[in-house]
């Protein structure tokens, strides 16, 4: 691939950026002006069509890291190290809305900003493991090394997770239960349900925006660093 | 062609030259139970002693103790192949590389197990508990809540040690993999001290059986990846 299609690939992802942000805008429009109020939890409830969609982009970003470094330790190839590189700092971010727009509404609702609950301990968990990863990635020197040690450690971390989940429910849970997916129809009121899905598909393409243009500066980093 | 047989059998030996190293030198063992003992020393006294009784934190101190001096004494299995390059030369030998990473486990489930030996007697000293009539299950829940963080460790051991940093990377990496065999051997630990019927904690021992058969299972298949060249 020539210098210009790698340059390519990242204007790609900052347009899908781009446009996901202001799609984003007109979410949080449509949240204010179509949802209602919800009675016990009031304003503070709004923060669930940024939080949920953030939760699942986290969520989304660890299985992506985890499937493509399976395929990197099958195939070997340097590209799917970087697409998961590139997916892991993504992720991170979206942890991090997560981890703060949490407490923010569980404060109000709660009364406590932080709850040691199943799915909290969980994310938090996920976070700690991103961060061990991209810490290891940044302390070995040898791509192929790196390559293949940050694609192991990616992978125990995704057998760890439906473990500490298991021994956090033992302990007790508290979060809300969910109100969409579940085996029964959501219980959600329409338009709250209309919105937030609106709201996961916009996160979601800002995801896949955010890590294309990251794919695409590491892929420039890795060519130049090859022709230099 | 490599049988099963000479699997285990370069497994026994990687163990045993590794065990025969380590009582040479007795560096990590020597470390590890001394850096054990004075964390528990340090617990006794960073309790709040109007409110908690010695043994309300017996359980916490025993796990958090042994899984830190675990974490520490795991440093040892490739730090010392580090040296002089002998892990590659162990590499070239025409060898299954699972048949190393069952050698290396081995001997760190021995080297763990026995700070374990000496962590429980110490905690039950230091914190002064009735352990009478629960020995048993007490070393059975040690025994079941070792195997999988030591496989885990083996394999980020192998990691970390050609990592900038080893020392910070090992714990760094390894801790969130301690989470469940240290939350199910505090629960379990406390419920036996407090006489509770084993029924209470059949969800735990199960848990603590399948995280061992899960990840050492999981390292045994992704060790080879982290050594080959």
């Known amino acids: ?228 | 062609m490599r049988s099963m047989a000479d699997v285990w059998r370069v497994a026994l030996l990687v163990a045993g030259k590794d065990l025969r190293a380590e009582l040479k030198s007795k560096t990590a063992l020597v470390s590890a139970v001394s850096f054990a003992a004075m964390v528990l020393m340090i617990f006794t006294f960073a309790r709040d002693s109007t409110r908690l009784g010695p043994a309300d934190l017996m359980p916490s101190a025993l796990w958090i103790t042994y899984a830190f001096a675990a974490t520490t004494a795991l440093h040892r299995a490739f730090a010392l192949e580090k040296e002089n390059g002998a892990l590659d030369l162990l590499l070239l030998a025409p060898v299954a590389p699972e048949a190393i990473f069952f050698g290396k486990f081995a001997a760190n489930l021995v080297v763990v197990l026995v700070v374990a030996a000496v962590t429980l007697p110490l905690a039950v000293l230091f914190f002064n508990v009735d352990v009478r009539g629960v020995i048993g299950p007490l070393v059975a829940v040690t025994l079941l809540a070792t195997p999988g963080f030591v496989a885990v460790g083996t394999v980020i051991g192998a990691v970390s040690v050609r990592t900038r940093f080893a020392e910070l990377m090992l714990p760094l990496l390894l801790l969130p993999f301690l989470l469940p065999p240290l939350i199910g051997g505090v629960q379990v630990t406390a419920r036996l001290l407090a006489d509770r019927p084993l029924s209470e904690v059949a969800g735990w021992l199960r848990l603590l059986a399948v995280y061992d058969v899960v990840f050492v299972t999981v390292c045994a298949l992704l060790f080879p990846s982290v050594v080959e060249e």
């Open chain 1, 1 to 228: 691939m020539t210098a210009g299609a790698e340059r390519a690939l990242t204007r790609r992802g900052l347009w899908l950026s781009a446009v996901s942000l202001l799609l984003l805008v007109g979410i949080y429009v449509l949240a204010f002006a179509a949802t209602p109020i919800e009675r016990s939890q009031g304003f503070a409830q709004k923060i669930f069509y940024l939080h949920v969609p953030a939760a699942w982009c986290a969520l989304l970003g660890f299985t992506v890291v985890g499937v493509v470094s399976l395929l990197y330790l099958w195939l070997k190839d340097p590209r799917l190290d970087l697409f998961a590189a590139s997916a892991a700092e993504v992720g991170v971010i979206f942890s991090i809305v997560m981890l703060t727009s949490g407490p923010l509404w569980a404060r109000p609702v709660w009364g406590t900003w932080w709850q040691w609950d199943a799915r909290l301990t969980l994310t938090l968990l996920l976070f700690f493991l991103f961060l061990g990863y991209l810490s290891l990635r940044s302390a070995v020197h040898d791509p192929a090394e790196r390559a293949r040690f940050s694609a192991v450690v990616a992978l125990l971390g995704l057998v760890l997770v439906p473990f500490v989940h298991l021994s956090v429910y033992l302990f007790r849970t508290i979060h809300p239960t969910p109100v969409v997916l579940k085996p029964s129809a959501p219980t959600l009121p329409g338009s709250m349900l209309t919105v937030l899905l609106l709201s996961l598909l916009v996160h979601t393409l800002l995801y896949a925006g955010l890590v294309l243009a990251r794919y695409g500066i590491a892929r420039t980093a890795a060519e130049a660093r090859i022709d230099g």
